[in-house]
């Protein structure tokens, strides 16, 4: 639960590093949360509404959390863009975002891992 109140606390933050462990567990609860939220839609019948509401809530959330762990491997935050390209770029995001940390500090900061 920490995790996911860390990338809210970094709402706005596009600067630093994020360890893989955080972005994956954000990426676990918004997956729990949708599908919570999804059952309580067909539910009530609002046909998606409150999915589509905390989408759009978790978006720039998500998008700093996945620019900070490009940032954690040593790659600029544009290259999220890749993801754009059909089928390839979401396999070479997904290798990005399981890869470890960059050891030591980068261009964006010190080792969040603090090794």
Do not use: C, E
């Amino acid at each position: 639960m920490n995790w996911y109140l860390d990338a809210w606390k970094n709402y706005f933050n596009f600067d630093g590093r994020s360890r893989r462990q955080a972005y994956w567990m954000f990426v676990l609860f918004n997956l729990i949360a949708f599908l919570i939220i999804g059952g309580i839609d067909g539910a009530i019948g609002t046909g998606g509404l409150l999915s589509s509401i905390y989408g759009l809530a978790v978006f720039i959330p998500g998008l700093a959390l996945a620019v900070r762990r490009l940032h954690d491997i040593g790659k600029s935050g544009w290259w999220f863009l890749i993801g754009f390209i059909p089928l390839v770029g979401l396999i070479i995001l997904i290798v990005f975002f399981v890869t470890d940390s960059q050891p030591g500090s980068n261009a964006y900061g010190p080792n969040p891992k603090g090794a």
